[in-house]
């Protein structure tokens, strides 16, 4: 059980996407049909961690690219979906929380 504090408690409750755990995430990811797939993995982190390390199926999306109003195909694809899921991930949840805002409010 982690404890937050009322800062992080209430940034939370105000945000517009929903958060994934990671036991969760890998149940679906084991879970998919990887040919017809309803999940898209945007890694948020720089280009060179994404070459590091990274989960398999994910697309490289580091935030220079939303600021760009840069779109991937695969983005177009899942835009305004309510079938498909959009999975924005980093390491500390810092940008990829900013993505996910920047994304749901771009529909």
Do not use: W
């Not at 209430?10 to 879970?31: C, G, T, V, W």
């Not at 195909?73 to 940008?95: A, H, P, Q, T, W």
């Amino acid at each position: 059980m982690k404890i937050l504090s009322t800062k992080e408690f209430l940034r939370r409750q105000n945000e517009l996407f929903d958060r994934i755990k990671a036991s969760d995430l890998m149940q679906l990811l084991n879970s998919i049909d990887r040919e017809e797939s309803n999940l898209l993995l945007l890694d948020s982190r720089e280009v060179s961690d994404f070459q590091n390390c990274r989960i398999q199926t994910a697309v490289s999306y580091p935030l220079v690219n939303l600021h760009q109003d840069r779109i991937t195909g695969d983005m177009y694809k899942f835009k305004n979906s309510d079938s498909k899921l959009i999975v924005v991930y980093d390491d500390d949840e810092r940008v990829a929380s900013v993505a996910a805002r920047a994304l749901v409010e771009r529909g």
